[in-house]
């Protein structure tokens, strides 16, 4: 049986940085307009692709929707959980 080798300093990094490359928590989303504005694009053009019948595209435009949904709505800004 072959022995996997351990995590290195670079494999660590670049796992990092894929990371924070989905990260919407930053500061140009703290104005609520941009952050509605991007829920609009999202689940509008999902939208567009539902009804112009390309269903793949729409679930993920919608997905993307959701996930910015949730990184700028409800989960909350690191800044306010630890004033809570």
Not at 60 to 72: E, K
Request: charge should be positive.
């Amino acid at each position: 049986m072959r022995r996997l080798a351990p995590n290195t300093q670079a494999q660590t990094d670049h796992e990092n940085r894929m990371i924070k490359g989905f990260e919407l928590q930053i500061d140009f989303f703290l104005p609520v307009w941009r952050r509605v504005l991007l829920l609009v694009v999202c689940f509008g053009w999902a939208a567009v692709e539902f009804l112009t019948g390309a269903p793949f595209w729409g679930i993920i435009f919608g997905a993307l929707g959701g996930y910015a949904l949730w990184q700028l709505f409800l989960s909350g800004w690191p800044g306010n959980r630890a004033e809570q």
